[in-house]
C-alpha cells in the first residue's frame, strides 16, 4: 500500500514538474508567435478616422465638406431568418425585399454589403430593429452644400473618399490624411482601456483648403454663364474673373456645369474643368498680343497708320478680308486697328514683326506651355512651330491657327492689365493645418512688357470699348473699361477648314483700366440665336459681372458720363 | 509659610528643607509621608502633610502610568506581525483600489468620448445645414420668392466715401453711357 502511494506520488510529483518546466521553457523563451497569440488575447487596434479637409471660399464659406456617415453589412452566415430580416429592411431602406434577399441569401458568404452611407437617424432605426448579423462600418463622405457652385472646378471624390477630378483629386494628398490606428490593451468585453495620452476623440483631419474664389462673385457669373447658354442657345459658356495684380482666381464658371454631389448624372465630357482642359482658337482676342510684339519691338506707336487696303489684302494667293464686308477702311492708326478689330491691319502688323518675334511673344505671354495653374488637367495649347508661311503667321496674328486654354488668355490680358509682368495663376489661398497655415504668394514668371508699354496697350484697349469701338456693350458706367472682342470661328473637329456659322464670341477685358483690379473672360460657344459676335454676346455679360465686381470692391465710380456723349473725367 | 523642621529632617534622613520637598521633581527621592514621625503634626508639619498626599497621588499615578505603558508595549509587541501583515494588506487593497478607480475613470472618459464624438458629428451636421441655408443661390431665391426683394438695379446703387453718400459717384452710376 505504501508503496502505491509512493508510487502515485511520485508519479504527480513529476508530472507537475514537467507542467512547471514547460510552462518556464515557453515564459522565458522567446517566441513571436505565442506572443502575437498572446497579445490578440488583450489587445485591441483603434481605428482613427481621419477625416478629409473642408474647402473652403476666400471668405472662409464652406464649399466642401465632409460628414461621418453608417454602412450597413450583414453576415448572411449567422442570419437565421433571412426572409423576416430582408421584410424588415426592405421598409426601413426602401430597398426592394427581392434585393436585400437576394444579398443575404448565400450563408457562405461572411460580409456583404447592404446600404452604404446612411445617416445617423436611419443607423439608429436600424438598430432599434434588433436584427442579428448586421453591423456598421462609419464611412466618411463629402458633401457639397452649394451644389454645382464651382463643380466642375472642385471636383468630386468616389466612394472610399479618394479625389477623383478637379481640385479634389490636385490637392488629395493635402486633403487627406492616412487613417491612424493604435494598438491598446482591452478588457474581456473588447472594450479598449484608455490609457494615459491615448485620447481616441482626436481625430486627424487633412488640411482645409482655402481658394482664392469668392463665392458671391462666382455665384453672379455662373448665374450669367447659364443665362447666356440659355438665351443664346449656346451649346456651351465659360467665365473667368481674375485679380489683375496677382492672377489670383476669383471666379471660375462653366455651362453645362456638374453638381459634385451627384456626378454620375452629369456627362462624362462636362465633368471635367473645361476652362483648363480644353482649348479653342481665340479669335480676335489674340490680335491684342500681335500689337504688343510690335510694341516690344519699338515698331509702332499708337498712333502709326496703317494702309488697310479697303477691306481686300492678298498675301500670295490668299486673300485676307475684314469681318464684315462693309468694313472697307483705307486706313487705320494701331489703336483702331484695336478698336475695330481690323484683321488687314493685324496682319500688316505681324508681317512687320515677323514669325520668330511673334512666336516668340505668344511663348513669353504663357501661349502654347501650362500656366502651371494648380489645378489639374491643363492643355498646353498648340503655338506651331517655326517656319510660318505669310498666310499662317497672317492667320495666326488674329487668332487662327492656334489654340489657347480660356485661363491663358485671360492672364496674358492680366499681364498687361498689371504693368507687364505674367503671373502664375493660382486657385489655392491657404492650406489651413491645426497648427500652421501656408499661404500662397503670387508668382510672377516673368515680364513680357515695360511698364511704359503696358500702359500703352491698356489706352489702347480702352479705345476699344470707347466711341465706335467693337466692345461698347462693355463698357460699365462710372468706370473706364478696357478690353478686346473676340468672335472666332470653330475648326472642323473632323477636318479641315472651320464649321459653318459656328462661333465662339468672347470678351476679355479689365476694369478700371486706369488701375485695373479685375480681368474678366467671357466666352460663349457656338450662340445659334439672336447674335454670335463677341460685342454683343460676350461683351454685355462682361458689363455687368464687371459692374458687379466694382461695386462689391467699393470702388468708386471716377467718371460723370452723358447720355450719347463720350466720357469727361 | 514653609520653616526648616530639623527634627523632621533628621528623621526622615533628608538634608533638605520643607521648600526643597516642594520643589523636589523625582518623586522617588522623597520619603512616604506616614513614615514621618508625630512630631511633625503640627500647623507646617499638617501643611507638609497635605503636600506629601499630594506627591502621593502623583506617585501613584506615575506607577499606573508605567504599567499601562509596558502593557501597551508587550501588547504592541505581540501584534507587531499582525500589523504588518495588516499594513501590507491594505496596501495592496489601496492600489488594487486604485486600478480599479483607474480603470473605471478610462471607461468614463471612454463613454465621454463616445459623447464627443457625437457632438463633433452633430455640430458638423450643423455646419453643413448652415452652409445649404446660406448659399447663394438659396438666399437668393428666399429673397425673390419670400421676401419679394427684386434685384438691384445700378440707379439703386449709393456710394459712400468716407462714411458720407459720394454724390458724385452715385450720379455717375445712375447715368448709362449707352
Redesign the interface.
Known amino acids: 500500500m505504501r508503496s502505491r502511494i509512493i508510487l502515485l506520488f511520485s508519479g504527480l510529483a513529476i508530472f507537475w514538474s514537467v507542467a512547471i518546466l514547460r510552462a518556464g521553457f515557453l515564459q522565458l523563451t522567446p517566441n513571436d508567435k505565442l506572443q502575437s497569440l498572446a497579445s490578440r488575447q488583450y489587445k485591441t487596434t483603434v481605428a482613427l478616422q481621419a477625416r478629409r479637409g473642408a474647402i473652403l471660399d476666400r471668405y472662409g ?2 464649399l466642401a ?4 456617415t453608417f454602412s450597413l453589412f450583414a453576415d448572411p452566415s449567422v442570419i437565421q431568418k433571412k426572409r423576416v430580416l430582408a421584410r424588415k429592411l426592405s421598409k426601413e431602406l426602401n430597398i426592394s425585399f427581392d434585393t436585400i434577399l437576394d444579398r443575404v441569401s448565400d450563408s457562405e458568404k461572411r460580409f456583404v454589403w447592404i446600404q452604404r452611407q446612411m445617416s ?1 437617424e436611419q443607423r439608429n432605426r436600424i438598430q432599434d430593429l434588433g436584427l442579428k448579423g448586421l453591423g456598421f462600418i462609419e464611412e466618411a463622405k463629402r ?1 457639397y ?3 454645382s ?1 464651382l463643380g466642375n472646378v472642385i471636383g468630386f471624390v468616389g466612394r472610399e473618399g479618394q479625389g477623383l477630378e478637379g481640385l479634389e483629386l490636385s490637392q488629395n494628398d493635402q486633403l487627406t490624411k492616412n487613417r491612424r490606428t493604435l494598438s491598446v490593451r482591452r ?1 474581456a468585453r473588447g ?5 494615459a495620452d491615448q ?3 482626436e ?1 486627424d483631419e487633412g488640411a482645409d483648403l482655402q481658394l482664392t474664389i469668392d ?2 462673385l462666382q ?1 453672379l457669373l455662373e448665374n450669367e454663364i447659364r443665362g447666356a447658354v440659355h438665351d443664346f442657345v449656346a451649346d456651351q459658356a465659360f467665365g473667368i474673373v481674375l485679380e489683375a495684380k496677382t492672377s489670383a482666381i476669383l471666379a471660375v464658371a462653366m455651362s453645362p456645369g456638374m453638381d459634385p454631389n451627384h456626378p454620375h448624372k452629369t456627362a462624362a465630357e462636362h465633368r471635367r474643368n473645361r476652362i483648363v482642359t480644353d482649348v479653342f482658337e481665340p479669335g480676335s482676342t489674340m490680335k491684342t498680343f500681335a500689337i504688343a510684339a510690335a510694341l516690344r519691338e519699338n515698331q509702332v506707336t499708337p498712333n502709326k497708320k496703317y494702309n488697310t487696303e479697303n477691306g481686300k489684302f492678298q498675301i500670295g494667293r490668299r486673300i485676307i478680308r475684314e469681318a464684315e464686308v462693309k468694313h472697307q477702311w483705307p486706313e487705320l492708326t494701331v489703336s483702331e486697328i484695336l478698336a475695330l478689330s481690323s484683321n488687314i491691319g493685324t496682319s500688316k502688323i505681324a508681317l512687320e514683326v515677323g514669325a520668330e518675334k511673334l512666336r516668340r511673344t505668344f511663348l513669353d505671354f504663357g501661349f502654347g506651355a501650362k500656366s502651371g495653374v494648380d489645378m489639374p488637367g491643363e492643355a498646353r495649347g498648340v503655338v506651331h512651330n517655326l517656319p510660318w508661311n505669310p498666310h499662317l503667321l497672317a492667320n495666326i496674328s488674329f487668332g487662327q491657327g492656334i489654340s489657347v486654354n480660356f485661363l491663358q488668355l485671360a492672364n496674358a490680358y492680366a499681364a498687361i492689365a498689371n504693368g507687364g509682368v505674367l503671373h502664375q495663376p493660382f486657385v489655392v489661398l491657404a492650406h489651413k493645418e491645426t497648427d500652421r497655415v501656408e499661404i500662397a504668394r503670387p508668382k510672377p514668371i516673368r515680364r513680357v512688357l515695360t511698364t511704359e508699354q503696358a500702359s500703352q496697350m491698356r489706352m489702347m484697349l480702352v479705345g476699344v470699348t470707347g466711341a465706335g469701338g467693337t466692345g ?2 462693355a ?1 460699365v ?2 468706370f473706364l473699361v478696357g478690353g478686346k472682342t473676340g468672335t472666332a470661328q470653330k475648326p472642323n473637329p473632323l477636318g479641315k477648314g472651320y464649321l459653318p456659322n459656328a462661333y465662339i464670341s468672347s470678351f476679355v477685358g479689365f476694369i478700371p483700366a486706369e488701375n485695373p483690379e479685375y480681368v474678366i473672360l467671357i466666352a460663349v460657344d457656338h450662340p445659334k440665336e439672336r447674335s454670335y459676335y463677341g460685342s454683343s454676346v460676350a461683351a454685355p455679360i462682361f458689363s455687368r459681372v464687371a ?1 458687379y465686381a466694382v ?1 462689391r470692391q467699393g470702388l ?8 450719347g456723349e463720350g ?1 469727361v473725367k | 509659610m514653609w520653616a526648616d523642621c530639623a527634627s523632621c529632617v533628621s528623621q526622615s534622613g533628608h538634608q533638605r528643607s520643607a521648600r526643597d520637598l516642594a520643589t523636589a521633581t523625582d518623586l522617588r527621592d522623597l520619603p512616604d509621608p506616614h513614615d514621618l514621625p508625630d512630631s511633625c503634626v503640627s500647623e507646617e508639619r499638617g501643611e507638609a502633610l497635605g503636600f506629601f498626599q499630594h506627591v502621593s497621588v502623583r506617585q501613584s499615578l506615575f506607577k499606573a502610568s508605567t504599567s499601562i505603558s509596558q502593557s501597551l508595549y508587550l501588547i504592541g509587541k505581540s501584534l507587531r506581525p499582525t500589523l504588518s501583515i495588516l499594513v501590507v494588506l491594505s496596501g495592496f487593497l489601496g492600489l488594487a483600489i486604485l486600478r480599479t478607480e483607474e480603470r473605471r475613470i478610462g471607461y468614463e472618459i471612454l463613454d465621454l468620448g463616445k459623447e464627443q464624438n457625437l457632438f463633433i458629428e452633430e455640430r458638423k451636421r450643423k455646419v453643413i445645414q448652415i452652409a445649404k441655408l446660406t448659399r447663394p443661390q438659396h438666399v437668393e431665391n428666399v429673397a425673390q420668392a419670400r421676401s419679394l426683394l427684386r434685384k438691384v438695379t445700378e440707379a439703386q446703387v449709393i456710394h459712400l466715401q468716407d462714411g458720407r453718400v459720394d454724390k458724385k459717384a452715385s450720379q455717375a452710376s445712375h447715368r448709362r453711357l449707352d
Do not use: A, Y
Open positions: 464659406k464652406d465638406l465632409s460628414e461621418t445617423l458633401v452644400p452649394n451644389e457652385l478588457d472594450r479598449p482601456l484608455v490609457v485620447l481616441f476623440t481625430i463665392m458671391d455665384h461698347g456693350n463698357r458706367p462710372g459692374s461695386r468708386s465710380p471716377m467718371l460723370i458720363s452723358m447720355q466720357s
